[in-house]
Structure formats: structure tokens, C-alpha cells
């Protein structure tokens, strides 16, 4: 991305130039390197994973400038078509060349979201057939990938920017030793933005957010339903909006819980653009919202996994996302007694397309959330056998004595 004519970015910041600019009706396509920029190969070690530069992600493509967008409108986004680069058509050795990865991030990366329990890194390789995937490294599972962009929004205005900034290190300064921080301030190093340059750049480059955590502008939402077909409605903060996108994924669980933990890969995104005029006062639109598309692959027979707001005997009072963890875990837990390593359920319950709720959220004192994982992405029954139902009982033949 570095060394392209028109270079992406990889922060937020209102000053980087659009690459393009489209009007409001039209269709374009948009090419995305996978969001570390070809770090992660196609390997069966993890070194990579645990050694990645992560001051080089996410890398964006754009930004688009819309005509006759303003502050205040909102931005309509239709996500018309996405998919890997095929083999042939991207340098063999990226990510969405005909494949793509899952990845658990080891503890000194951040790590995912059950770092405790597993702080080593580890990786899968995906394969593509078309609208599936399949894995080397997980053996007996194949299923249709719900493709969407991680990552897309407008640029923040210089005023969001500055308040992005001001609530991120007061949240950082609440424990200021903490390894890793509790968000990640603006790191110049290896910051792209675009075509700036000189003192323009280097002023910018030490404010410009990290792409990381999701905000107001929606950024790295990581919802696997804005997939093909549908439709989003994002905020307008500068004149021509500045849309960005990338971070492709190919297939993710709800909550993409080992951290680089989609399918990712690059690939090409097609989208069409529209403008709501004073849409977000009208609205009363703080975040993005949006309209599904048509085409998701429907499962309909789940095995459903719980959770409780409990961890290690400690009860953490009406705690969603302890709740949760609990439930990844209890599901991680039963996949390792049909054969799988506890690595590979991780990685699967990340990258597969299962289903995850909030569901009691006011019986004091527990949380309580589930998992749906489809049962038709493994290629044997997951579910307990019937034969094991004590009532199960066939009856005896009348035989002669
Ligand atoms: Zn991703």
C-alpha cells in the first residue's frame, strides 16, 4: 500500500486528500489489500501472526470524496458486491489470492478476546471454492462465507478527531501502565495518509487515530451482516464525506473473538453512494445504522452454546461480555471432546458464520449470552447422539427362551 501512486492510509485524520470522487447514483469498485498489508502467509507456523507489525494496519482503501456531501448529512452506502482477489489476479504470496486466514493473537500483540486462556498464537489457512471455504488446518468443517467489509466510515471532522483523542487517553490514563494499553493513542510510526507530505504529514501523523476500535463514524465495526445487498447509513462530519473501506473479510463469527479473527483477505468491494441531506439531525443518527442485504447464507439448525456472567468462581454483576466469554468458552470446551484442539474451536467460532445473543440482560445478578453455531458447516453430527438418551429405550424382542 506504501508504494502505490495513490497510497491508502492507515489512520483516521480529516486532511488525508481523496484518492477519487465519485457523485451521489454512481457504482465503483474499490480494491482493499487485507488489512496488514501481506504480513500473514500462506504457512502452516504462526510466526507470523505472533511477530506482526501492528502499527501498519489497518490499511484503507480511499478516501472517497462524494460530491455535495456536507457535515451533517448522511451518507448512503450500498455494499452491491464484494470477493477475494482470485488466484493469478493478486500476487500469489497475499492474503485473497484463492485464500485467506484466521488468526489467535498472542498475548503480547493485545491478544483476542480469550487471551487468558490462550496466549500463544496460532493461525488457519482458509481455501476458497467459490462462495466456500475449507481448511487444512481445520479438518471436517465447510461452509459459505458471509463476506463483508470490517471497515468502513467517513472521515471525522478535526473536532471528533480531537475528542476521539481526549476520551481514548483518559480512558489510558486510568491505568497507565498496563501492558497493553487500554486503547491505543496515535502513533506516527509507519502512519500513511494518503499522498500528504512534509510538515502537513508530520503535524497530522501525530493525531491521527488508530483505526482499531469502532466509533462514532463506524470505522472497524466487525458486523459480518453488512454483507452483500445491504444498505448503511453513516454520518457525515467533512465537506465530500472522504468514505474509506478495507479490512475484507471473507467469513467471521459475531464478535470475531481471536482478534484477527475473521477470514481475512484482499479483494474488491463494489459500492454505490447516495446523500440524505441533513439526515442526521433528521434522524437523530449518532452511529451507523443499516439494512441487511438478501442474500446471507441462511442456517436454520444451530447447536446453541451458553454462558453466565461467572469467571473463576467470581460473580461479575450483569457482565455481557464476561457472559459471553463464558459462552465461547463452554463451546470451545465441547468442540475439543469431538477431536478438535481447543485452538482450532477458537479459531472456528471466530471465522465461521455462528450467530451470538445477548439474551437474559436483567435477571440480577447474571448476564446471561449464547452461541449458535450451524450445524451444517461440519461434515459430521456435532450434536449429542440420541442413542446416549437414557430414555431411549428400543424395547426388547419377544425372543423364544
Ligand atoms: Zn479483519
Redesign the pocket.
Known amino acids: 500500500m506504501f508504494d502505490q501512486d495513490h497510497p491508502g492510509h492507515n489512520r483516521w485524520h480529516p486532511d488525508i486528500p481523496a484518492a477519487a470522487t465519485v457523485k451521489p447514483g454512481e457504482d465503483f469498485r474499490m480494491d482493499c489489500r487485507e488489512?496488514t498489508d501481506g504480513q500473514i502467509l500462506n504457512t502452516d507456523d504462526a510466526n507470523d501472526v505472533r511477530d506482526v507489525d501492528l502499527s501498519i494496519n489497518?490499511v484503507l482503501s480511499g478516501p472517497v470524496a462524494i460530491e455535495g456531501a456536507e457535515p451533517g448529512d448522511i451518507l448512503v452506502v450500498d455494499v452491491l458486491d464484494l470477493g477475494p482477489h482470485l488466484p493469478g489476479t493478486a500476487p500469489d504470496g497475499l492474503a485473497g489470492a484463492g485464500w485467506g486466514y484466521t488468526g489467535i493473537f498472542a498475548k503480547e500483540n493485545g491478544g483476542g478476546f480469550l487471551t487468558d486462556y490462550f496466549p500463544g498464537a496460532h493461525k488457519a489457512i482458509w481455501d476458497f471454492h467459490g462462495i466456500y471455504a475449507t481448511s487444512r488446518h481445520i479438518p471436517g468443517v465447510r461452509f459459505a462465507g458471509i463476506g463483508h467489509p470490517?471497515?468502513f466510515g467517513c472521515a471525522p471532522s478535526h473536532e471528533l478527531l480531537a475528542e476521539w483523542n481526549r476520551r481514548e487517553q483518559a480512558l489510558i490514563d486510568t491505568d497507565p501502565e498496563r501492558i497493553p494499553p487500554l486503547a491505543l493513542p496515535p502513533n506516527p510510526d509507519n502512519a500513511l495518509l494518503g499522498t500528504m507530505s512534509g510538515a502537513e504529514y508530520e503535524k497530522a501523523a501525530s493525531e491521527a487515530t488508530r483505526t482499531v476500535p469502532p466509533r462514532d463514524h463506524g470505522g472497524?465495526m466487525?458486523i459480518k451482516n453488512l454483507s452483500r445487498g445491504c444498505r448503511a447509513y453513516l454520518p457525515v462530519y467533512v465537506d465530500g464525506a472522504k468514505l474509506s473501506v478495507g479490512?475484507?473479510?471473507f467469513s467471521?463469527g459475531d464478535g470475531?473473538i481471536s482478534f484477527?479473527?475473521?477470514i481475512?483477505m484482499g479483494g474488491w468491494i463494489e459500492f454505490g453512494v447516495d446523500l440524505i441531506k441533513g439526515g442526521m439531525a433528521k434522524y437523530g443518527m449518532k452511529t451507523p445504522f443499516f439494512k441487511p442485504g438478501p442474500i446471507e447464507p441462511r442456517y436454520s439448525e444451530f447447536l446453541c452454546f451458553t454462558g453466565i456472567s461467572v469467571e473463576d468462581g467470581v460473580n461479575y454483576y450483569m457482565d455481557a461480555t464476561v457472559a459471553y466469554r463464558q459462552a465461547a468458552l463452554n463451546a470451545i470446551t465441547y468442540l475439543s471432546k469431538l477431536g478438535y484442539t481447543e485452538e482450532q474451536a477458537y479459531l472456528l467460532l471466530s471465522a465461521a458464520p455462528i450467530e451470538a445473543r445477548y439474551s437474559g440482560m436483567v435477571d440480577i445478578p447474571n448476564a446471561c449470552a449464547s452461541i449458535y453455531i450451524p450445524t451444517a458447516i461440519f461434515d459430521f453430527d456435532i450434536s449429542p447422539s440420541s442413542e446416549e438418551l437414557v430414555s431411549r429405550d428400543l424395547g426388547s424382542q419377544a425372543t423364544t427362551t
Do not use: I, K, R
Open positions: 488489512w489497518h470490517g471497515l472497524n466487525d479490512d475484507l473479510h467471521q470475531e484477527c479473527g475473521a481475512e
